[in-house]
Nanobody, 123 residues
Framework: QVWLVQSGGGLVQAGGSLRLSCAAS????????MGWFRQAPGKERDFVAT????????SYADPVKGRFTISRDNAKNTVYLQMNTLKPEDTAVYYC????????????????WGQGTQVTVSS
């Protein structure tokens, strides 16, 4: 069993930055791919980014490439999402999760979801 507790997020003006954190407890996540997703009101939960256990492999959704950076600190059992040059269309609830197998962009490939963190970008 893994518990993921998210922090960060909030309200920011367009062009600003935020960093989300996802701290795991229960067991180490150092060998697990981890992912970030987001869900805007009335829309499906979409893939944002993923990172391998060592941090050496990352992947991003096209809308966030070049602006968002996923990273991890395995000593702290924590994964991060640094979000720069934020746009109003980035407004959503952001979730972290543990990859369990399958396609990295599919929600059903993940388990042990965090509680979600609201990110609101004003224009």
């Amino acid at each position: 069993q893994v518990w993921l507790v998210q922090s960060g997020g909030g309200l920011v003006q367009a062009g600003g930055s935020l960093r989300l954190s996802c701290a795991a407890s229960g067991r180490t996540i150092s060998t697990s791919f981890m992912g970030w997703f987001r869900q805007a009101p009335g829309k499906e939960r979409d893939f944002v980014a993923t990172i391998s256990g060592t941090g050496g492999t990352t992947s991003y959704a096209d809308p966030v490439k070049g602006r968002f950076t996923i990273s991890r600190d395995n000593a702290k059992n924590t994964v991060y999402l640094q979000m720069n040059t934020l746009k109003p269309e980035d407004t959503a609830v952001y979730y972290c999760a543990v990859f369990t197998g399958g396609s990295i962009i599919k929600t059903n490939s993940y388990a042990y979801w965090g509680q979600g963190t609201q990110v609101t970008v004003s224009s």
